[in-house]
């Protein structure tokens, strides 16, 4: 089974912190992508990487930044961490042999 | 751009109940459907993918189809149990527009009573 790790489940941060979210994936797979989740708002795509050092925006990269210097990792940076960043955030990485999207189990990032 | 919308946002069934959810897309230029379930707190588990060229997928209790001709996919639950509750979402994983993206339904969020 493909598998998807954030390195961590729950995350408590001040404002203005620079954080870093992990997420690693065993399978090879060229995309991965990151989203955040939010009650009343759903999923929402943050960025995503093609290849490795590739990435682009997607719908809400504002305060965000992104790292994929090995295929298997793909980082998610808040450069200066704010509470409207308080949030889940969701890490996946698709098969394009068309295979569906594999989530982790996500990381709930509380800042303060 | 894609929109996909589940109805009803919220089912509560007695236990043993057979139950339906629904998922309708507006772009029938589909490549596949994804099912996926969230419990509180946690990430989505993948529960079936239909390809486009599948009708219907199955995986034990649960049977999802799409018809990509009426823009709808269905999951069906059999002989519903407590531990279904859970929320669950249907995604595209290839939209048009930008490549590669996943365009969510908002979910249903389910309930089976004891």
């Known amino acids: 089974d493909v598998k998807v790790t954030q390195s961590s489940r729950y995350l408590v941060k001040r404002t203005g912190e620079k954080v870093f979210l992990e997420c690693v994936q065993d399978m090879d797979h060229e995309n991965m992508f990151w989203y955040r989740q939010d009650p009343g708002l759903g999923l929402r795509l943050i960025y995503f990487?093609?290849?490795?050092?590739?990435?682009e925006k997607g719908d809400i990269p504002e305060g965000y930044s992104v790292s994929r210097e090995k295929k298997e990792r793909f980082s998610l940076i808040l450069e200066s961490a704010s509470t409207n960043q308080t949030s889940m955030y969701l890490c996946?990485?698709?098969?394009?042999?068309?295979?569906?999207?594999?989530f982790g189990s996500g990381t709930r990032l509380t800042v303060v | 751009k894609q929109e996909v919308t589940q109805i009803p946002a919220a089912l509560s069934v007695p236990e043993g109940e057979n139950l339906v959810l629904n998922c309708s897309f507006t772009?029938?230029?589909?490549?596949?459907l994804q099912w996926f379930r969230q419990d509180p707190g946690k990430g989505l588990t993948s529960l079936l993918l239909i390809q486009s060229s599948q009708r219907e997928q199955t995986s034990g209790r649960l049977n999802a189809s799409l018809d990509k001709s009426s823009g709808r996919s269905t999951l069906y639950i059999a002989a519903s149990q407590p531990g279904d509750s859970a929320t669950y979402l249907c995604a595209d994983p290839f939209s048009s527009g930008s490549a590669r993206q996943l365009t969510f339904g908002s979910g249903t969020q389910l309930t089976v009573l004891p």
């Open positions: 990487s093609y290849d490795v050092k590739m990435k």
């Open positions: 996946a990485s698709i098969d394009l042999r068309g295979e569906g999207y594999t």
């Open positions: 772009d029938s230029a589909i490549y596949n």
